[in-house]
């Protein structure tokens, strides 16, 4: 309104010359100065009064690093559009509009797809876009904006496939070799029997239906769900950056892939009771949904280790490599494996079992193990 007032005070300046010095050639830039004024104002402000824009999100929920769009949804009123912008911040920038919603074209909506990719984890909150309208010549402009309240938007961590740097089988998760068995991740409830098949443990045959001549029959075991494999999360470190993500896509990838093999626990930070998830997933979205608002940094809580004593393989999976549990160093837990940052110098000894998330595995072993420095321990 500054541009149109100043054209008024030109104006009205120019009638007052016109009276003063009696030249009557000022009275009509003087009077078009004015009347510019007060009617450019009044068109726009009317032009404003029947338009809106709004936007809708195609989903609530993605994953890092994939496509989200987004349609922003412009109308027009009766006096037509007579130029502006959209200012969302989803696009991040101005979205210039152009001559398709004037009255002669016809078109009272118009729809623009914006596209947007998010790198990071978390929530985020985007507030309605807002459509500021003018006219050409840049006398005034007119914001219009929806009454409504912000869009949420929950940007999960990415998760992937595990890249072991050997072919051994029995470095697999299903049956790994730092386990004191092929059976650690199981339990040994009788669910029934089966036909007997080569190489099974003689423990495991049933002689009483044997002897009653129902012929070479083995039991048939169940596993139990509480000493399955569990995924520990610890985001405690100097800073909330790269390190806390690439742990929690590291856990988060973990706990996809022994979910979906046999099923596993999840312990997040502050948490006493770890997330059980089944192989069917059915529990996996609410997981996903809490691993991407973990909050770590150094007052971040630590993950409760007193859980479970006959648990399964534990994948300790932290951010930084200064406060392992002195249970993990000493080798105190039956199986377990130290999930870091890769360029993290780990607390242990040997070569990574594998990579995931932008972390290393490393296998817990006696040979793997170090004695823990004081600040470890503490």
């Known amino acids: 309104m500054s541009r149109a007032a100043g054209v008024a005070l030109a104006g009205a300046a120019l009638i007052l010359a016109?009276?003063?010095?009696?030249?009557?050639?000022?009275?009509?830039?003087?009077?078009?100065?004015?009347?510019?004024?007060?009617?450019?104002?009044?068109?726009?402000?009317?032009?404003?009064?029947?338009a809106s824009v709004s936007r809708r999100l195609d989903a609530e929920r993605v994953v890092e690093d994939e496509p989200l769009e987004?349609?922003?949804?412009?109308?027009?009123?009766?006096?037509?559009?007579?130029?502006?912008?959209?200012?969302?911040?989803?696009?991040?920038?101005?979205?210039r509009l152009s001559g398709s919603l004037s009255n002669s074209a016809g078109r009272r909506v118009s729809e623009v797809r914006v596209v947007a990719r998010f790198p990071r984890r978390g929530r985020r909150r985007f507030d309605p876009p807002t459509l500021t309208l003018g006219d050409p010549i840049g006398l005034v402009h007119v914001h219009a904006r929806r009454r409504v309240g912000a869009e949420a938007?929950?940007?999960?961590?990415?998760?992937?496939?595990?890249?072991?740097?050997?072919?051994?089988?029995?470095?697999?998760l299903e049956a790994p070799s730092w386990s004191a068995s092929p059976d650690a991740l199981a339990a040994t409830e009788v669910d029934g029997l089966r036909p007997y098949r080569p190489g099974t443990p003689a423990s495991r045959i049933s002689w009483t239906a044997l002897a009653r001549g129902a012929g070479l029959l083995e039991r048939r075991l169940r596993a139990e769900r509480d000493s399955g494999p569990l995924v520990v999360l610890d985001v405690r470190a100097s800073a909330d950056g790269e390190h806390v993500d690439a742990a929690v896509r590291a856990a988060a990838s973990l706990a996809l892939e022994l979910a979906r093999r046999t099923g596993c626990d999840l312990l997040l930070p502050g948490d006493r009771r770890p997330l059980q998830i089944e192989p069917d997933l059915g529990a996996w979205p609410g997981a996903h949904a809490r691993l991407a608002l973990v909050e770590g940094g150094p007052d971040a809580p630590p993950p409760s280790m007193s859980i479970r004593p006959g648990a399964g393989t534990i994948f300790y999976v932290a951010a930084e490599s200064g406060r392992l549990p002195a249970r993990l160093l000493r080798g105190s837990l039956r199986a377990g494996v130290l999930v870091l940052p890769e360029d993290l110098t780990p607390?242990?000894?040997?070569?990574?079992?594998?990579?995931?998330?932008?972390?290393?595995?490393?296998?817990?072993?006696?040979?793997?193990?170090?004695a823990p420095t004081r600040e470890q321990v503490a």
Not at 157 to 171: F, K, N, Q
Not at 347 to 370: E, N, Q
């Open 18 to 50: 016109a009276f003063v010095f009696d030249s009557s050639g000022l009275f009509v830039p003087g009077i078009a100065f004015v009347g510019l004024a007060v009617s450019v104002p009044g068109w726009i402000w009317l032009a404003s009064r029947g």
């Open 70 to 95: 987004a349609r922003i949804v412009v109308r027009r009123g009766a006096l037509g559009l007579p130029g502006g912008e959209v200012l969302d911040p989803f696009a991040g920038g101005a979205i």
């Open 153 to 172: 938007l929950l940007v999960l961590p990415r998760t992937e496939r595990l890249r072991w740097h050997r072919r051994d089988p029995g470095h697999r």
């Open 347 to 370: 607390a242990v000894r040997g070569v990574p079992s594998f990579d995931v998330g932008g972390c290393r595995g490393y296998v817990l072993t006696a040979s793997s193990r170090t």
